[in-house]
């Protein structure tokens, strides 16, 4: 069963707009950072079946999108090409979230709400009761999300929704729930997804405009862009990240960002969905042929289909580790184990030996060994040919920037300062 406590948790501390501007064209750029911290809080189950859930959830979900299961709505206008926007799912049942302090109403009360990149609807009231002040305007709809093991019934409002001073939403479509299942200490979520998400989510609607789609047509924000940024932790509470709504943070990353184009392949179509292979070593050494998947802030580890997965345990000399279901390799081996490449259009990704392993320091949050070595590239539970082969989780962002272009559908990557450390 869900329970956000006991998943490893990024927690939002603090927001600040940046904005610039050329004068000479009269061209505004308006973009909003949000620094965020990793806090890890980890027990029960271990992180690849926290995973492996969250992947079979994206697989399921993704196909009944694909043939227009998912939808309640009739309206063929409701279902706009939903492979041509770009998404990862939700953050319940996974092991990363994002909190923030987001404030609701006039004068705004402060609610608790994880940040959802695959999700579209924003709800309150899992904790904290709702307040209404004089922007608080009820639709009479009922709305309704399933997140796999979470889930949310409530009443739509719309009010003012505060990021920050200068990311100020008004009449935002909010989701009251009147029950909750699978939540505890949040109040609910913030949803940055495509808006396709939302279609059938409310009663008598086909779909809702995002928190996003409202800071765009509203003038906040120039595109639909999100920019994510991490650097390797060893600690398990520490301010490691930045996410950028309307642009990128060229300060984040090193050289240029490479796009590539949302896959055509069914069910990572219906999120970020990129094609990829993954070789081992500088003989490249297949591990992965090329294949769709997808890349995913609210995965933790690397997923790759069970046959990548056993040739990849077979070149590193890996074995798995029951108490932390994560591989294990010995002093010896570790040694000897090398990079892998992720190629993804014309560029190489490297994730170095180094970045191929969890954090030592933080072994016992997982209930390892502080004495062993353990890697962070699991299996993702079915065999390639699936439509969805990979998921790209945190431990592969961590390394790289990341841009997730709504508008163009396609996501960018880039090196950063932190691709090759050396801090596991």
């Known amino acids: 069963m869900f329970c956000p406590s006991s998943v490893l948790t990024v927690v939002l501390l603090a927001l600040s707009a940046s904005v610039s501007a050329t004068p000479l064209v009269q061209v505004r750029e308006l973009r909003a950072s949000l620094s965020f911290t990793r806090k890890l809080n980890i027990s029960g189950s271990t992180l690849p079946e926290i995973d492996r859930a969250r992947a079979a959830g994206l697989i399921s979900k993704g196909k009944a999108l694909g043939s227009g299961g998912s939808s309640s709505s009739s309206s063929s206008s409701s279902k706009r090409a939903i492979s041509r926007r770009a998404a990862s799912f939700g953050v319940t049942n996974?092991?990363?979230?994002?909190?923030?302090?987001?404030?609701?109403?006039?004068?705004?009360?402060?609610?608790?709400?994880?940040?959802?990149?695959?999700?579209?609807?924003?709800?309150?009231?899992?904790?904290?009761?709702?307040?209404?002040?004089?922007?608080?305007?009820?639709?009479?709809?009922?709305?309704?999300?399933?997140?796999?093991?979470?889930?949310?019934?409530?009443?739509?409002?719309?009010?003012?929704?505060?990021?920050?001073?200068?990311?100020?939403?008004?009449?935002?479509?909010?989701?009251?729930?009147?029950?909750?299942?699978?939540?505890?200490?949040?109040?609910?979520?913030?949803?940055?997804?495509?808006?396709?998400?939302?279609?059938?989510?409310?009663?008598?609607?086909?779909?809702?405009?995002?928190?996003?789609?409202?800071?765009?047509?509203?003038?906040?924000?120039?595109?639909?862009?999100?920019?994510?940024?991490?650097?390797?932790?060893?600690?398990?509470?520490?301010?490691?990240?930045?996410?950028?709504?309307?642009?990128?943070?060229?300060?984040?990353?090193?050289?240029?960002?490479?796009?590539?184009?949302?896959?055509?392949?069914?069910?990572?179509?219906?999120?970020?969905?990129?094609?990829?292979?993954?070789?081992?070593?500088?003989?490249?050494?297949?591990?992965?042929?090329?294949?769709?998947?997808?890349?995913?802030?609210?995965?933790?580890?690397?997923l790759i289909a069970s046959d990548a997965f056993s040739r990849y345990k077979s070149l590193s000399g890996a074995s798995e580790d029951e108490t932390t279901g994560l591989l294990k390799i010995s002093s010896s081996s570790y040694a000897n184990l090398k990079s892998l490449f992720f190629n993804i259009g014309s560029s190489k990704y490297e994730l170095t030996m180094n970045a191929q392993t969890w954090p030592r320091s933080l072994n016992s949050a997982i209930g390892g060994d502080s004495g062993l070595i353990y890697l962070v590239v699991a299996d993702i539970g079915t065999d390639s040919g699936q439509g969805l082969d990979f998921v790209n989780g945190?431990?592969?962002?961590?390394?790289?920037?990341?841009?997730?272009?709504?508008?163009?559908?396609?996501?960018?990557?880039?090196?950063?300062?932190?691709?090759?450390?050396?801090?596991?």
């Open 94 to 302: 996974t092991a990363v979230t994002y909190i923030a302090s987001i404030g609701v109403g006039s004068p705004a009360t402060s609610y608790s709400l994880l940040i959802d990149t695959g999700s579209s609807n924003t709800w309150l009231g899992a904790s904290a009761s709702y307040v209404k002040t004089s922007t608080s305007k009820s639709t009479g709809n009922s709305v309704y999300v399933s997140y796999g093991s979470g889930s949310f019934l409530g009443t739509e409002y719309t009010d003012t929704v505060t990021l920050s001073s200068d990311l100020v939403i008004t009449n935002q479509s909010i989701g009251v729930a009147s029950s909750t299942q699978g939540f505890d200490g949040e109040d609910g979520i913030l949803g940055i997804g495509p808006v396709d998400l939302t279609d059938g989510t409310v009663f008598n609607t086909n779909t809702v405009p995002t928190v996003t789609d409202n800071l765009l047509s509203q003038g906040t924000i120039d595109s639909e862009v999100i920019g994510i940024y991490y650097a390797p932790a060893t600690s398990d509470s520490t301010t490691n990240g930045e996410l950028t709504f309307g642009g990128t943070d060229a300060s984040k990353f090193t050289g240029s960002i490479s796009y590539v184009p949302i896959t055509g392949t069914s069910p990572a179509s219906e999120y970020w969905g990129i094609d990829e292979s993954i070789t081992y070593g500088s003989s490249g050494s297949n591990v992965l042929s090329s294949t769709a998947g997808i890349v995913d802030t609210g995965t933790t580890l690397v």
């Open 394 to 424: 945190y431990t592969f962002l961590e390394r790289f920037y990341s841009v997730f272009d709504t508008s163009n559908s396609q996501v960018g990557f880039a090196t950063t300062s932190h691709t090759s450390d050396t801090s596991n």
